[in-house]
């Protein structure tokens, strides 16, 4: 048995193999960053074909959606969709009490009151009865997250919102390319929210975001939306009319330009991020101990972040607290090389922004809705067990090269999991 790094034993991913970039910035991406440059078209409101709706079409052509309007970020894409399908003052939108803050803040941004529902322990996704116990005659949407790439139960969570006629906006951020049963996630609610930003699996040069729709009138509204509630038609002179409350929530030409060129390689780079990321969990799923997330039958994960969970019983560590085991492995592992990181840190309730219920003007829009507020440390048991129990490993996993890499990190798991009498001595000191 080799001795740990944390120990003074050899280090198992040396400093040297560590470094994979990403996004994967090539010839073609700067090549086409510096054709837009010279292109004239630099935002989305001049007439004809630019980059911009090059990159709509682009999107929507690889991946099956009816109508996408390119904005300027995923959060933007949360807001533009909430205001499109007409939530507002005194409504309230249930959210997942895991996801990144943007999902819980895009309903605020609309003076709608997020309601957070609890997830799903296998998924880390909404869970829709949760959901369906949440709602009230305020409830105007719902906005599953297909977090970390996994696809949120599309099924359960679109018949629900039938049966009491509201709304399904994804926030398909970290999911692009993930199936529900055939379907890309996103185009399967009222609308979907994608996120370009940098760390993202298709990325740009810096920040974006994109909304699809099957309803085209959904999707004019969203146009009208990013452009200060302007209607923007080929061969037409702008007219500088508002005809509704719009917002400047549009992207350039070099942040499509540079996703455009990273969309001709996705799916390439994507089979070898499944072949990387199905061999490497298929190592650690045999670690006493230690669950690996999966992609549930009839769904593609898109990977885009990896959760592994500790159980301290099935390690051997009865009683042994699981915030003591997480914070051991993370030491352990770290030492060995393994970037393991947690992400998010509580639920989204207990942010502050919301237990504060921080807003607009007189306490907006808290004091319309009257919606419940969140008291940090109340209720969620399954989202606090999860960020209790669990590591995750971010970004490393998605360069198509990152396959050795993975192996060096199983090797890493493997040595921990072979020193389980020193974990176990670390863990109990800790618990
Ligand atoms: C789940 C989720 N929703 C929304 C967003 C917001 O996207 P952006 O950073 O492009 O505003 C992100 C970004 O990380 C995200 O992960």
Redesign the pocket.
């Known amino acids: 048995m080799s001795k740990l790094a944390a120990l003074g034993g050899t280090v198992t991913v040396p400093t040297d193999r560590r470094h994979v970039p990403w996004p994967l910035v090539q010839d073609e991406d700067r090549k086409a960053v510096l054709d837009a440059l010279d292109g004239a078209r630099l935002v989305s409101d001049t007439d004809g074909v630019n980059p911009v709706s090059a990159l709509e079409e682009g999107w929507a052509r690889r991946f099956g959606f009816e109508h996408c309007v390119a904005v300027s970020?995923?959060?933007?894409a949360?807001s533009l969709a909430l205001a499109a399908l007409g939530v507002g003052p005194g409504d309230e939108v249930i959210v997942p009490a895991l996801?990144?803050i943007?999902?819980g803040l895009a309903p605020v941004h609309q003076m709608a009151a997020p309601v957070f529902a609890d997830i799903d322990p296998v998924t880390f996704n909404i869970d829709p009865d949760d959901v369906e116990r949440r709602i009230t005659a305020r409830t105007k949407a719902i906005i599953p997250?297909h977090?970390h790439g996994a696809p949120a139960d599309m099924d359960r969570i679109t018949e629900i919102a039938r049966k009491h006629g509201i709304a399904v906006i994804e926030?398909a951020?970290?999911a692009p390319g993930a199936t529900h049963r055939g379907r890309p996630v996103g185009g399967i609610g009222d609308a979907g929210a994608f996120?370009?930003?940098v760390s993202k699996n298709i990325p740009t040069c810096g920040?974006g975001?994109l909304l699809v729709t099957r309803d085209a009138e959904l999707a004019e509204a969203m146009r009208r939306g990013r452009q200060f509630g302007e209607v923007i038609e080929a061969g037409r002179e702008r007219d500088y009319i508002s005809y509704g409350l719009g917002w400047n929530h549009k992207m350039n030409a070099l942040q499509a330009a540079f996703t455009i060129a990273q969309l001709d390689r996705y799916e390439e780079y994507e089979r070898a991020r499944q072949h990387n990321v199905t061999e490497f969990l298929a190592r650690l799923a045999q670690l006493p101990g230690l669950r690996v997330p999966t992609a549930l039958p009839d769904t593609t994960h898109a990977w885009h972040i990896l959760r592994f969970r500790f159980d301290p019983a099935a390690f051997g560590l009865d009683g042994v607290r699981p915030e003591a085991l997480r914070g051991t492995l993370r030491r352990l592992l770290r030492a060995e090389g393994v970037p393991m990181s947690q992400y998010q840190l509580m639920p989204l309730p207990d942010q502050k922004v919301f237990v504060d219920r921080a807003g607009f003007g007189s306490g907006y829009p808290w004091s319309v809705t009257g919606a419940p507020g969140t008291v940090a440390g109340e209720d969620y048991p399954v989202t606090r067990a999860v960020i209790a129990d669990s590591l995750t490993l971010q970004k490393r996993h998605l360069h198509p090269g990152a396959g050795e890499l993975l192996g060096l990190y199983a090797d890493a798991f493997e040595k921990v999991w072979a020193n389980r009498d020193m974990v176990a001595t670390f863990a109990k000191a800790a618990s």
């Open positions: 970020n995923g959060t933007a949360l996801s990144f943007a999902t997250v977090l926030d951020a970290q996120s370009l930003q920040e975001g």
